[in-house]
């Protein structure tokens, strides 16, 4: 919602900026105006919507994902290590498999939608890839916190 608000809030600062004929017999000025309104108020619930998602997985007592991107792509070797040696159990086996297929999916030249057509050729791919680097993201990030609540458990003098 956050995403497509800033394409609306663009494309309303394009038609103030580009256009100087009448859009469907609209003037740019209100179009324009309208569509910069349209995406701030687009923005402005895309941010409630993640912080109220946030707040009922805080409440369910989910574990909340940390690090930069950068600390998750160094943590993945770890995620992988721990799941399958030392039985980390928050990355089924199951999402490992998925994971597996998606990448012989985006390597494979065989595709359900094939590259020669324009476009849509493409969005299969990278539907996979965006859903691949997000699930793994959102895997290490939770990861990270186990890893950083195991230390600090570990760190208490014992009760």
Do not use: H, N
Request: positive net charge; hydrophobic residues 50%.
């Amino acid at each position: 919602m956050v995403f497509f608000g800033a394409l609306l809030a663009l494309l309303g600062l394009a038609t103030l900026a580009f256009r100087d004929a009448d859009v469907l017999g609209v003037p740019p000025l209100g179009l324009g105006l309208g569509l910069l309104v349209i995406g701030a108020v687009s923005i402005g619930l895309g941010f409630l919507r993640r912080a109220r998602a946030r707040r009922r997985r805080v409440a369910r007592g989910e574990p909340e994902p940390i690090g930069t991107v950068f600390d998750r792509a160094r943590a993945l070797p770890r995620l992988l290590r721990a799941a399958r040696k030392d039985g980390y159990q928050g990355l089924p086996k199951g999402r490992m498999a998925l994971w597996g297929f998606a990448l012989v999916y985006l390597v494979s030249p065989i595709d359900v939608i094939p590259e020669l057509l324009p476009i849509i050729g493409v969005t299969d791919d990278a539907g996979v890839a965006v859903w691949l680097l997000t699930s793994v993201s959102a895997a290490t990030g939770v990861y990270l916190r186990w890893e950083k609540d195991r230390k600090g458990r570990a760190g208490l003098p014992p009760s």
